[in-house]
C-alpha cells in the first residue's frame, strides 16, 4: 500500500454529535463528542456493525443530513445541510442506493457531476467535457461514453459513480458501501481503483463498507464505530494488535455468536500476520 506523504487537513470535526432530531421531542444521538481528522491523500475505511450510525455518520460529513451539534469543516469551509451548491465544490458523493435511469448515456450522467460549476442553464463547456472525459478515463472506461448507463454491468455502474464523484473535481469522495452490490471479484477491482485514485490524484476518500479484508488491505485510517457511539480510530495493523475489531463487532451479541466473531478475528489476524 502506497501512503500519502502529505498531512494537509481536508476534514475536521469538532466535538461532533450525529443522530436524528423530532419536533417536541428531544434529539436521538448515535454518536458524540467526535473529533475526527481527514489527511489529503488518504484512504479511510468506516466499519461498524448495522445499527450503528455509519450512514449517518457519512451523510452528516458530506451535509446531506443536519447534525446535532459541534462543527465539520472541509477545507475550512463549514459544512452544513442547506448548504448544497457550495459544499458540492468541496466534497463529492457516492450513496449505495441503486440509480435507475433509463435513456441516459454514460457520458450524460457523468456530465451531471459539473453541476457546481455550470451556468444557470446547466451548460457545460469544453473544460468540463475534458474533465468528463480524463474521469472517464480514470476509470478507465472512456470507451463507454455512449452506451446507455442501466445497460452496464455493476461493476461498470458503480466506476461510472466514481467517474460523476471524479469531475466534481473535490479534495474528498465519500462512498457509503461503494461495493454492497457486487460480487467478489467487482469489489476488489473498486477498493483497488479508490486507492490508485488517491494515491495518483492526492484526492481524499472516506467510504464504509462490511469488507474487512478489502478495507484493511486498503485504507490508511480505519474508523471502527461501535453501537453506542463509541469510535476506535487508527492505523489497521495497530487496531487488529489492540482487538479493537472483537470489541467493535462482538456488542450487543449473543455468547455463542461472540465466540464465532472471536475466532473470525483470530484466524483474520494470523493472516495478516503471515502476510
Avoid: C
Avoid at 494537509?8 to 448515535?30: C, Q, R, W
Avoid at 489529503?40 to 450512514?55: E, M, R
Amino acid at each position: 500500500m502506497i501512503h500519502s506523504n502529505s498531512n494537509k487537513v481536508i476534514l475536521e470535526s469538532d466535538h461532533l454529535a450525529i443522530g436524528y432530531t423530532f419536533p417536541g421531542n428531544m434529539p436521538l444521538i448515535l454518536a458524540r463528542n467526535l473529533d475526527l481528522t481527514i489527511e489529503s491523500g488518504q484512504v479511510i475505511g468506516l466499519l461498524g456493525p448495522n445499527g450503528s450510525g455509519k450512514s449517518t455518520l457519512l451523510r452528516t460529513l458530506a451535509g446531506l443530513q443536519p447534525y446535532i451539534s459541534g462543527s465539520i469543516k472541509v477545507m475550512g469551509q463549514s459544512i452544513r445541510s442547506n448548504q448544497i451548491r457550495q459544499t458540492a465544490r468541496v466534497l463529492s458523493v457516492v450513496l449505495t442506493d441503486r440509480i435507475d435511469v433509463r435513456n441516459l448515456t454514460v457520458f450524460q450522467l457523468v456530465s451531471m457531476g459539473r453541476y457546481p460549476y455550470t451556468d444557470w442553464l446547466g451548460r457545460a463547456g469544453a473544460d468540463d467535457n475534458d474533465r468528463i472525459r480524463k474521469a472517464l478515463e480514470q476509470v478507465r472506461l472512456l470507451g463507454y461514453s455512449n452506451r446507455f448507463f442501466n445497460e452496464l454491468s455493476d461493476g461498470e455502474q458503480q466506476r461510472i459513480l466514481v467517474a460523476k464523484a471524479l469531475v466534481q473535481d473535490t479534495p474528498l469522495i465519500i462512498l457509503d458501501e461503494p461495493t454492497a452490490h457486487l460480487d467478489l471479484p467487482n469489489r476488489i477491482s473498486i477498493m483497488r481503483l479508490l486507492r490508485s485514485l488517491a494515491d495518483e490524484t492526492g484526492k481524499s476518500i472516506l467510504f464504509s463498507t462490511h469488507d474487512l479484508d478489502l478495507a484493511i488491505h486498503s485504507s490508511d485510517i480505519l474508523w471502527l464505530l461501535q453501537k453506542g457511539g463509541v469510535l476506535l480510530k487508527g492505523k489497521p495493523a495497530d487496531l487488529m494488535e489492540s482487538d479493537a475489531f472483537e470489541e467493535t463487532f462482538k456488542t450487543g451479541i449473543d455468547a455463542a455468536d461472540q465466540e464465532v466473531v472471536s475466532d473470525y478475528f483470530r484466524s483474520l489476524k494470523k493472516r495478516s500476520a503471515e502476510e
